[in-house]
């Protein structure tokens, strides 16, 4: 069983940056995908970004290309996202998530491919 742990949210004006962190414990894998969800007050849950472990490909959404960054560090079994010029509208609750189940088509963009989710860390954007 994975457990998941984000940290690295807080407040910040906008322009700004945050960087954060999903840390990985108990039964880990090195092949498994790992990803970042928001989700803004009123609003569904959304897809942010997501990642290989093997390989590195990653995915982004339209909203944050180019200003976020998804990585990850194996040796660690933790993944990060580097959140730049951030606006008020990311502001959310940012969940990490992660699977050991993955075929060569995968892509990380769903919620259905995942299958442990961590508890989230709120992300507050001031304008």
């Known amino acids: 069983q994975v457990q998941l742990a984000e940290s690295g949210g807080g407040l910040v004006q906008a322009g700004g940056s945050l960087r954060l962190s999903c840390a990985a414990s108990?039964?880990?894998?090195?092949?498994?995908?790992m990803g970042w969800f928001r989700q803004a007050p009123g609003k569904e849950r959304e897809f942010v970004a997501a990642?290989?472990?093997?390989?590195?490909?990653?995915w982004y959404a339209d909203s944050v290309k180019g200003r976020f960054t998804i990585s990850k560090d194996n040796t660690k079994n933790t993944m990060f996202l580097q959140m730049n010029s951030l606006k008020p509208e990311d502001t959310a609750i940012y969940y990490c998530?992660?699977?050991?189940?993955?075929?060569?088509?995968?892509?990380?963009?769903?919620?259905?491919?995942?299958?442990?989710w961590g508890q989230g860390t709120q992300v507050t954007v001031s304008s």
């Open positions: 998530a992660a699977t050991v189940t993955l075929s060569p088509w995968w892509r990380g963009t769903y919620e259905t491919n995942y299958d442990t």
């Open positions: 108990g039964r880990t894998f090195s092949n498994y995908g």
């Open positions: 990642i290989r472990l093997v390989g590195g490909s990653s």
